[in-house]
Antibody, heavy 120, light 112 residues
Framework: EVQLVASGGGLVQPGGSLRLSCVGS????????MSWVRQAPGKGLEWVAN????????YYVDSLKGRFTISRDNAKNSLYLQMNSLRAEDMAVYYC?????????????WGQGNLVTVSS | DIVMTQSPDSLAVSLGERATINCKSS????????????LAWYQQKPGQPPKLLIS???TRESGVPDRFSGSGSGTDFTLTISSLQAEDVAVYYC?????????FGQGTRLEI
């Protein structure tokens, strides 16, 4: 069974940093593009970033470039999102998601989500 | 960026009736090299992550009831639920994966 278990969310002050982690199991983690998608309270879905299976290519939504960094450790079946200079508008549930290994960029499995609260 | 626009924003349908959700992209998501539409549909229930229903505009995922179907090509797509069940109450999103940035529609809230 494919599972994505995220951790690392919580309360952070504006301007602070936080690192989210996501551990994948039940599939060959090193074969899949992986992604972070976020959802602000009561709002829709926003794609944040993608990373290639070997970690050599990364793509971000323009509005977050320079503040957020996606990375992975295939030896640990782990995906990360380093978030710096956090703002109130970054408050959201952050989902890690697996991208299908089928030539398409849709998300076939999602983690449960990690709430990030940005507040003083 | 490709803008995805769903209609309506919310929809109330009686049990057993048909529900139709539309999704329009600001540019075509049909790739001519393989004749595939890079369009997916998700269902999100309260407190849960989204669940993939349909990929490639019309390919139903394994385990998804056959009352769910997707259609359309190019810029105009439709998600149809042929006979609404109580468990179908959710927010539905379309998503294009034709190009980066990946973008979602704003969501359609489906109620009984």
């Amino acid at each position: 069974e494919v599972q994505l278990v995220a951790s690392g969310g919580g309360l952070v002050q504006p301007g602070g940093s936080l690192r989210l982690s996501c551990v994948g199991s039940g599939f060959t983690f090193s074969s899949h593009w992986m992604s972070w998608v976020r959802q602000a309270p009561g709002k829709g879905l926003e794609w944040v970033a993608n990373i290639k299976p070997d970690g050599t290519e990364k793509y971000y939504v323009d509005s977050l470039k320079g503040r957020f960094t996606i990375s992975r450790d295939n030896a640990k079946n782990s995906l990360y999102l380093q978030m710096n200079s956090l703002r109130a508008e970054d408050m959201a549930v952050y989902y890690c998601a697996r991208i299908c290994d089928c030539g398409g960029g849709f998300f076939d499995y999602w983690g449960q989500g990690n709430l990030v609260t940005v507040s003083s | 960026d490709i803008v995805m626009t769903q209609s309506p924003d919310s929809l109330a349908v009686s049990l057993g009736e048909r529900a139709t959700i539309n999704c329009k992209s600001s540019q075509s998501v049909l790739k001519s090299s393989n004749n595939k539409n890079y369009l997916a549909w998700y269902q999100q229930k309260p407190g849960q992550p989204p669940k993939l229903l349909i990929s490639w505009a019309s390919t139903r995922e394994s385990g998804v009831p056959d009352r769910f179907s997707g259609s359309g090509s190019g810029t105009d797509f439709t998600l149809t639920i042929s006979s609404l069940q109580a468990e179908d109450v959710a927010v539905y999103y379309c998503q294009q994966y034709y190009t980066i940035p990946i973008t979602f529609g704003q969501g359609t809230r489906l109620e009984i």
